[in-house]
T-cell receptor, first 115, second 111 residues
Framework: GAGVSQSPSNKVTEKGKDVELRCDPI?????LYWYRQSLGQGLEFLIY????????KSGLPSDRFSAERTGGSVSTLTIQRTQQEDSAVYLC?????????????FGPGTRLLVL | KQEVTQIPAALSVPEGENLVLNCSFT??????LQWFRQDPGKGLTSLLL?????REQTSGRLNASLDKSSGRSTLYIAASQPGDSATYLC??????????FGTGTLLAVQP
């Protein structure tokens, strides 16, 4: 697509439920990043996919968080047994190949509210 | 651990003023530094990317400088306009371009 798209744009869920957030990167971009923006922590890195390489999961805050990327394109971030502290804006970004001097293009984000 | 700080946290200026936003980072082993703007309820828009070997980048009324050894970057906005009102974020990137973001500067340009 022309830009990075994310769905849903907003999600309200109850504590303890599982949620799935979707990211569709720019067509042809092999690198995909997930970030989280919360009031208390600012904007922080979660996970990085590059082609067929094993993902860099070093930013995932707990084992309740997981992500996959199917067919090298669309990615899904799953949060199991959601907690109120998971409330945040989840941002996805993509770049051409994950090079150190490439611009990352961000999607509009998914606003997650856990009640 | 890399930490990125931005000063000031908020800034309000009258239209037409030139202004400077500051960004500092604790570990100089970076591959790039990027400036983004974020409008309310929206994602991030990349403004400028400075490679670690570069000293500055310019785009229109924006100029960003990088002093890697001292761990500092500035974003200069010339002749500010109300449409420049947004949150400005700096971020440093490593080898895989995982970005570590600063705390942001909320800019309001008054007409």
């Amino acid at each position: 697509g022309a830009g990075v798209s994310q769905s849903p744009s907003n999600k309200v869920t109850e504590k303890g439920k599982d949620v799935e957030l979707r990211c569709d990167p720019i067509s042809g971009h092999t690198a995909l990043y997930w970030y989280r923006q919360s009031l208390g922590q600012g904007l922080e890195f979660l996970i990085y996919f590059q082609g067929n390489s094993a993902p860099d999961k070093s930013g995932l805050p707990s084992d309740r968080f997981s992500a996959e990327r199917t067919g090298g394109s669309v990615s899904t971030l799953t949060i199991q047994r959601t907690q109120q502290e998971d409330s945040a804006v989840y941002l996805c970004a993509s770049s051409v190949s994950g090079g150190a001097v490439e611009t990352q293009y961000f999607g509009p984000g998914t606003r997650l509210l856990v009640l | 651990k890399q930490e990125v700080t931005q000063i000031p946290a908020a800034l309000s200026v009258p239209e037409g003023e030139n202004l400077v936003l500051n960004c500092s980072f604790t570990d100089s082993a970076i591959y790039n530094l990027q400036w983004f703007r974020q409008d309310p309820g929206k994602g991030l828009t990349s403004l400028l990317l400075i490679q670690s070997s570069q000293r500055e980048q310019t785009s229109g009324r924006l100029n960003a400088s990088l002093d890697k050894s001292s761990g500092r970057s500035t974003l200069y906005i010339a002749a500010s306009q109300p449409g420049d009102s947004a949150t400005y974020l700096c971020a440093v990137g490593g080898a895989t371009n995982k970005l570590i973001f600063g705390t942001g500067t909320l800019l309001a340009v008054q007409p």
